[in-house]
Structure formats: C-alpha cells, structure tokens
C-alpha cells in the first residue's frame, strides 16, 4: 500500500515537470534577431506579469518580476519550422542576456489596447484580423486577385503552387505586425494615446522595409498610406467596434483599410476554396456579418459619428466629456444607458450636470445624440421638488441637454 502512495506521488512529480517544462511548449526551431536591420529607437517597457526570460533555443534563464522597468531596442522573432510554411508565433523584446514575449510587455507610461483588439501567443489561431474584401470573394462571386495584386503577380496555378497564407495585422502592445501572404512588416511601437473611443498609435517602421512597405500594402488594397520611404515613424489612428476595426493614417485622418475578426479555422476554409480556383465551396465557409456595437467615431475626436455607416468625421458638438450643462425638461437619471434600465430619480428642468462620459448613440423622438454618464452638481431638485444629493451618478440622453 506504501508502495503505492509512493509511486503516485513520483508520477505526480513527474507529470507536474512534464508540464512545467511544457509551458509555452511551441518547438522553437529558430530565433531571428532582427535588430540590426530594424533601426528601432530604445524605449522603457514594463512587465506586465510575472514573466520567463528565454535564450535563444527557448530555455528559460531567469524570472523576471512583474512592474520590471527596462530599456530596450532589440527585438526578435521565433519560428517553428516544423512545417511549411514556417509557423512565426512569437515576438520578443531583449532584457539583459535573455529575451521576454511581447505579450509580457507593454510601454511603460503609455496607455494599452483593449483586450478585444490584441492578439496574444495563445489565442492567435481564435482571433485573426483581416480585410472585409475577403467578404466579397463569398457574397459578390469575386477573386482574390481582384483584391491583392500581390497574389495576381506570384500565382499561376502550378502544382504546389497554393496560397498558404491570407492579408491580416495583429496589434500587440509593443508592436504592430503587417502581414500579406508572401511578407511579414513589423512597427515598433512608441505610445500609444487613448483619445475617447480611439487610439492614437505613433510606431516606427522596419528600417530595412522603408523602401517596399507603401509597394507592399498597396497591392493589398491599403489605401491613404503614409508615405514611409524617406522617413521610419508613422502615426496610425485604431478604433474596434465589435468584430470590425478600422486602421486611420494619422496624418490626414484618413481611413486606411477595415478589417474583420475570424479565426484560423474559417481562414483555412478560405484558403481550402481559393487553391480550388474557385469551384470547391466548403459548405460551412460563410460571409463573416458584421456586428457592429456603436457608430464609428470621427478619428479626429474619437467621438461617435452621426452615422454607424458614413465614416464621415462628423460628432455631436452638444456633449463631451467634463462639460457641464443644463436639463432642459424633466428628465430620468437612469442605472444604465438605455431606456429599459432602471430609473434612479427624475431631474427637474434647470438642474446641473458634469458629463463624465459618453455612452452609445442613439435616436429618441427624433433627436440623435449620445447617452451620457453624468454626475448631478449642487442644488439639484427632483420633479417633485425635493434635493438631490450632489454627487449622485446616473445616465440620461443627452438630446435633452443644453449649455444655457
């Protein structure tokens, strides 16, 4: 019986080391330190966790506490080659003699993406963004080619001759990375700036991909590029909205390409229907609809545009965050932002408000605006009469505010 207990334990042991030498267990077949041809300035970067310090064959060599401050300008990437084509699936940034995962890192005294738009090591096969014109190759009966000039020069339909890969970026917190089905482009990032519903992302390019990085992406229909041949740093505009997101230069405010999420499995579908010429539809490939939970915002102000549709860089002038203004007639201080929500007292005409932030677009007895997160400021009565505590938090519409 002793005996047992005894040989359970040691394959406890044994299994609790199969798996901690396991972690992160992609093969690394290859790390490719690029920074001498990268060109990359030195930025602060902090670690977000706890987090493993690689060499490069993948052995961990130290554990790094989180909150660790560094300084850094050398990046790299690994690569299972296990298979053709070869599997990039991790990004690293140098710290002392080893190397972290981009995924570990972000800038430090910088604002961070959401969650929703980041791709990490571990969920990149679930969430992969790529342009919406793969939509129209299943709902207009068009072809890729039509779309990526790139894949028009490169396929002629000789055996072997398939498309492994489609156009996608993935947004990291360090890094942004463009790929087409042939190139893979990295930006370093600098800062990121969250201004209301966007972010305002200044990166500086690959050196060594100044001078094929505009050529590139225009033949995967990018449009309104900056022009990146004469100098490395770009200033990208990103806004998320649902399982779209839209990609802004900067520079002009202009929109650059819109992408949709999917996962690898639909992408290998795709990709299955492409090397058929066509005529091999799997019955499970489908339009990916989009699914959008509030208007695009103007890129200039990051508020919402009169229109979920237009684009056109048009916000409502009558709310903004920390603007203090006036409830015209009676209105409901609500639990939330919508009209089923619950009513936390009705404020009487003439009461003060502080906007704290705004909420979703809306149309209410024909009056388009934002709902809007408010505090209610001193002196404010109810309907009836009776004060309302300063202070007191809610959400209202905010059609039926005014400044005066």
């Known amino acids: 019986m002793e005996r047992k207990v005894l ?14 030498t396991n972690v992160n267990a992609q093969k690394w077949d290859y790390l490719y330190d690029f920074s001498k041809y990268a060109g990359f300035t030195e930025k602060t970067y902090k670690t977000v966790r706890k987090a493993n310090s690689y060499d490069e064959y993948g ?4 554990r790094v506490n989180r909150d660790q401050r560094f300084e850094s300008s050398k990046f790299a990437y690994v690569q299972d080659r296990t298979n053709s084509p070869f599997d990039t699936f991790e990004y690293m940034i140098s710290y002392e003699s080893g190397w972290i995962s981009t995924d570990d890192l972000i800038l430090a005294d910088s604002n961070v993406f959401p969650d929703a738009i980041t791709t990490t090591n571990k969920n990149r096969f679930e969430k992969k963004w790529i342009p919406i014109w793969h939509n129209a190759i299943l709902n207009s009966s068009r072809r890729l080619e ?53 972010y305002y992302v200044n990166c500086e390019l690959k050196r060594s991909a100044q001078s094929h990085f505009n ?16 100098r490395q740093d770009a200033l990208f505009i ?5 399982n779209r997101l839209r990609l802004y230069n900067g ?17 290998g579908l795709m990709l299955k229907y492409i090397n058929s010429e066509y005529k091999n539809k799997p019955s499970n490939l489908k339009v990916i609809e ?7 915002s103007n890129p200039v102000t990051g508020l919402y545009a009169t229109s979920v549709r237009s684009g056109e860089a048009a916000a409502f002038p009558n709310v903004a965050p920390n603007k203090t203004m006036i409830v015209k007639e009676n209105l409901k201080l609500r639990s939330g932002e919508a009209t089923t929500t619950s009513v936390l007292t009705v404020m009487s005409a003439g009461t003060k408000i502080k906007i704290l932030r705004l909420g979703k677009q809306a149309t209410i007895d024909g009056i388009t605006s934002n709902w809007v997160q408010v505090e209610v400021q001193t002196g404010a009565k109810d309907r009836d009469g009776k004060a309302i505590a300063a202070g007191t938090t809610g959400w209202c519409f905010g059609g039926y505010l005014t400044e005066r």
């Open 7 to 20: 040989m359970k334990r040691f394959l406890f042991l044994i299994a609790i080391c199969l798996i901690l």
């Open 59 to 62: 052995k961990i060599i130290d």
């Open 146 to 198: 039509e779309f990526s000039r790139e894949y028009a020069g490169y396929y002629d339909g000789s055996e072997g001759d398939s498309l492994t890969k489609l156009c996608n970026i993935i947004f990291k917190n360090t890094i942004l990375i463009f790929k087409t089905s042939m190139a893979l482009t990295i930006f370093s990032i600098k800062d990121i700036r969250q201004k209301n519903n966007v």
């Open 215 to 230: 050529e590139w992406y225009k033949l995967e229909s990018f449009n309104n590029l900056p022009d990146l041949r004469v």
């Open 238 to 242: 990103v806004e998320q909205n649902g």
């Open 251 to 267: 520079e002009n405010y202009k929109l650059i390409i819109e992408l949709m999420q999917t996962n690898q499995e639909w992408i």
């Open 290 to 296: 989009e699914k959008l939970e509030h208007p695009w």
